[in-house]
């Protein structure tokens, strides 16, 4: 003899449970999905991006040319300014800046230019955010040890309006949840002079991590 069918109050309780079960079960999904997300979030660092956004170049020029044995240092005139951008390229984790930023030009190698890009400040740069440094150099007579080699390659650079540049910047950054980590980058430019009235076309340059 089969048993009589549930009550209907019966069945109500039984599809509320199951319902109940259900919701807990994707709650429980939901939050392990959360859960595992953020872990990777936070467990792997995309690094900083460091580019050259803008640089104008006014005046480079020896002013003091080497004696012939190319022994003592010759001495450039320089005019010069740069934006530098630090994106972070992380969709959760922040980043701090939280050393001195400091730029150095070079030619041929030869550093003949240094400032700071940003103090001992700690900037706060989002996720998915970037903070861009401003920095103007000048100088009517900075030494460097070009050697004959380099004249050389100066005064070519120099009939063409064209200079190939290095520019260095280092610093320190900690990202979120990790600790403080060096930052050390090398960015090639090709810059030709600008004037009052026509400044020089430049495009975006991506700096490489050193090391």
Same mark, same amino acid.
């Given at each position: 003899?089969?048993?009589?069918?549930?009550?209907?109050?019966?069945?109500?309780?039984?599809?509320?449970? %199951?319902?109940? /079960?259900?919701? !807990?079960?994707?709650?429980?999904?939901? +939050?392990?999905?959360?859960?595992?997300? *953020?872990?990777?979030?936070?467990?792997?660092?995309?690094?900083?991006?460091? +580019?050259?956004?803008? @640089?104008?170049?006014?005046? &480079?020029?020896? /002013?003091?040319?080497?004696?012939? %044995?190319?022994?003592?240092? @010759? =001495?450039?005139?320089?005019?010069? =300014? &740069?934006?530098?951008?630090?994106?972070?390229? %992380?969709?959760?984790?922040?980043?701090?800046? /939280?050393?001195? &930023?400091?730029?150095?030009?070079?030619?041929?190698? #030869?550093?003949?230019?240094?400032?700071?890009?940003?103090? @001992?400040?700690?900037?706060?740069?989002?996720?998915?955010?970037? $903070?861009?440094?401003?920095? @103007?150099?000048?100088?009517? =007579?900075?030494?460097?040890? *070009?050697?004959?080699?380099?004249?050389?390659?100066?005064?070519?650079? !120099?009939?063409?309006?064209?200079?190939?540049?290095?520019?260095?910047?280092?610093?320190?950054? #900690?990202? $979120?949840?990790? %600790?403080?980590?060096?930052?050390?980058?090398t960015c090639p430019l090709k810059l030709s002079l600008s004037t009052a009235t026509a400044v020089a076309p430049? =495009? #975006?340059?991506?700096?490489?991590?050193?090391?």
């Amino acid at each position: 003899m089969l048993p009589p069918p549930p009550l209907p109050s019966d069945r109500a309780t039984a599809m509320a449970r %199951n319902e109940d /079960t259900d919701l !807990s079960c994707c709650g429980i999904i939901v +939050t392990l999905t959360l859960a595992v997300v *953020l872990v990777l979030a936070y467990a792997f660092v995309v690094p900083v991006r460091v +580019t050259v956004d803008e @640089a104008t170049l006014g005046r &480079l020029a020896l /002013t003091t040319p080497p004696p012939r %044995n190319g022994t003592a240092p @010759a =001495s450039f005139a320089y005019d010069l =300014s &740069l934006a530098v951008a630090l994106r972070n390229r %992380n969709w959760a984790m922040a980043v701090w800046r /939280t050393a001195p &930023l400091v730029a150095e030009l070079r030619f041929r190698g #030869r550093p003949f230019a240094r400032a700071g890009l940003a103090g @001992a400040g700690r900037d706060r740069i989002g996720a998915k955010r970037k $903070e861009v440094y401003r920095v @103007a150099l000048a100088a009517e =007579s900075a030494p460097v040890a *070009l050697g004959r080699a380099g004249v050389a390659e100066f005064a070519r650079a !120099s009939a063409a309006g064209v200079f190939e540049l290095e520019l260095a910047v280092a610093g320190e950054v #900690r990202y $979120e949840a990790h %600790n403080r980590r060096s930052l050390r980058v090398t960015c090639p430019l090709k810059l030709s002079l600008s004037t009052a009235t026509a400044v020089a076309p430049f =495009s #975006r340059v991506k700096c490489t991590h050193a090391g």
